[in-house]
């Protein structure tokens, strides 16, 4: 029986050695340089006592980063991936969480990492991955770990300001990569360009189909999600021909007309998730590649990643969505009305081994989302209450249609309008602030009384916010305008921003 | 030329757009400001631009990119 991740590289290491595993524009690592890697400084951090706890990841977005993930579950403990875009206020808040004991960082991340660490230790993956094998010491970890053992924790916006750490063991995380797999049907010759961030868990699409089926997964730069052209020769020049991007990646070749100038040759999948695919983009896609596959992918980091999907196999009109779909092999996902009956219209709620253990370090919240499920009072339960809802069609499969509360999907991001303004709030002089988010535009605009000129505002926020979060503009007000409740009015600024 | 640094402004209050020639060497702009950038400018000068110009070179100073859009403004 399989217990953990690492399994799938034990077998694909034998049988594809030399083949390119994870590559960027300087480094290639094949599934030999992985395993060994990962083994050896696997065997370095046993010898420094760690064992089934937190190892923070600081590193910069390389292939070495995935082989370190790899080397911590090799040690039988979980990863976090920390990296600096984060904005330093919110890694501060996750050390909080953590409190790891030990941090890898590289040449680049070095002197943040031992900045954030405090009392942790920090070690250098160039000088871990040339350590000494301890065969015996790995072997034991893996006669020794359960499936229920954490693999990973990926920190997600809360709406108090306090980051959540999803946490998520090896079998949430197999159960998904077998499903996904199937669903995708991946195989030895798809080439995956890797485009959001480590720390997301839409990133695990390509780094463990990759060990699992031998496929190859390309880093794309950073830079390029400026410059579509650019964007493009690089899949070319990759021979790339799998994409499981965020919405606004793909839309950023689409809106363009890239798609006609130089389009990428070798696309024969294409996933999206992140945020519902304006259709008029998708049909741009379709139409300059109609032979791809296009795959939606829905599901959120506290059920592992993707739990749903639909496979686009029809035309729609401008004003129609593209459905959700159905749920992933293994996991049951249901819509609760607000009397917690089963509806056809409601909140999407799931249950299976998809469901993740919950919030690291944090029962109060955990308990919120993660509930005994209302529809079974004889045994304990555990259902995700995602705050998403959705409805089902004619056809059978589930359309989004909203988030319950203020939670707002922006850049393929989930962000918590209240988390921004919990942080603004916290600026001295400021009395009051709202932001809001304006649909059509996928825009955040923020409105503030007091405190810092607004130039001033928008460069603390870029310190203490991710990048996504920070409002497009700021506008500062004497005073915010109410509703008759005395409620801050946001129908009313959102409809002043919308002008 | 004002209204264009007007919208830069908007976006990095701290940045000296009449002298910085490396807004995007320097990371000073990311792929959110670009977006932003492209949607704003289309939004003021109805002028849209085509992504052949999306290149760096057009985008490291104010004055470049305010040349691209006046050559974009005469076609």
């Not at chain 1, 409190?99 to 230790?121: H, M």
């Not at chain 1, 063991?169 to 080439?191: A, G, N, P, Q």
């Amino acid at each position: 029986m399989m217990r953990s991740v690492v399994e799938y590289l034990d077998i694909t290491a034998k049988k594809y050695p030399t083949k390119v595993c994870y590559r960027d524009e300087k480094t290639a690592l094949t599934f030999e340089d992985v395993y060994n890697q990962s083994r050896l400084a696997g065997s370095f951090l046993l010898g420094e006592g760690l064992c089934r706890e937190a190892v923070a990841v600081y590193m910069s977005k390389t292939p070495s980063e995935l082989a370190a993930f790899i080397a911590v579950l090799q040690a039988g403990c979980f990863y976090v991936p920390i990296d600096d875009e984060m904005p330093s206020k919110r890694i501060e808040l996750i050390f909080d969480n953590l409190k790891p004991r030990a941090v890898i960082c590289d040449e680049e991340t070095r002197e943040n990492a031992s900045k954030f660490a405090g009392s942790a230790k920090v070690y250098s993956w160039d000088e871990i991955k040339n350590s000494a094998i301890n065969e015996e010491a790995l072997t034991q970890v893996q006669k020794t770990r359960i499936d229920t053992d954490l693999a990973y924790i990926m920190y997600t916006s809360g709406s108090t300001g306090i980051p959540k750490g999803v946490a998520v063991c090896h079998r949430s995380l197999i159960d998904y990569i077998e499903s996904f797999c199937d669903v995708m049907k991946f195989d030895e010759e798809t080439i995956f360009g890797s485009q959001t961030p480590f720390y997301f868990d839409a990133s695990l699409k390509d780094i463990y189909p990759t060990l699992k089926c031998g496929c190859e997964t390309v880093i794309v730069p950073h830079s390029l999600f400026m410059f579509p052209i650019k964007l493009t020769e690089f899949l070319n020049e990759y021979k790339i021909n799998t994409l499981c991007w965020v919405v606004s990646a793909l839309t950023m070749i689409s809106a363009f007309g890239v798609l006609d100038e130089n389009p990428p040759k070798y696309l024969k999948i294409v996933g999206f998730g992140g945020e519902v695919f304006p259709i008029k983009q998708y049909k741009r896609w379709k139409k300059a590649l109609p032979d791809v596959r296009y795959i939606n992918l829905y599901g959120p980091t506290e059920t592992t990643g993707v739990s749903m999907y639909y496979e686009v196999d029809r035309d729609f009109e401008k004003d129609e969505a593209i459905p959700l779909g159905k749920a992933f092999e293994n996991v049951d996902i249901f819509l609760l009305d607000e009397d917690n009956k089963l509806s056809t219209e409601g909140e999407i709620c799931m249950r299976g081994t998809a469901v993740t253990m919950g919030y690291y370090n944090d029962f109060g919240r955990t308990s919120e989302a993660f509930v005994q499920n209302p529809l079974n009072d004889k045994y304990p339960e555990i259902i995700y209450r995602t705050g998403d809802l959705a409805r089902i069609n004619e056809r059978g499969e589930m359309v989004f249609v909203s988030r319950k509360d203020f939670q707002i999907k922006h850049m393929g991001h989930r962000v918590e309008l209240g988390e921004i303004e919990a942080d603004v709030n916290s600026i001295e002089g400021v009395s009051a602030s709202c932001a809001v988010y304006l649909k059509k535009k996928d825009r955040i605009e923020l409105y503030y009384e007091g405190g810092p000129e607004e130039g001033d505002l928008t460069n603390m926020l870029k310190e203490r916010l991710p990048r996504y979060m920070v409002p497009t503009k700021v506008n500062k007000m004497d005073k915010l305008p109410l509703t008759p409740n005395g409620k801050l009015d946001r129908k009313g600024l959102t409809a002043l921003s919308e002008k | 030329m004002e209204d264009l640094i007007e919208i830069l402004k908007d976006l990095h209050a701290d940045v000296d757009y009449d002298t910085c020639e490396t807004l995007i060497d320097d990371k000073i702009l990311d792929s959110f400001d670009i977006v932003s950038i492209v949607s704003e400018v289309d939004d003021k000068f109805d002028v849209a631009i085509p992504a052949k110009e999306l290149i760096p070179e057009n985008f490291n100073s104010a004055k470049a990119l305010w040349a691209l859009i006046e050559r974009l403004m005469e076609d």
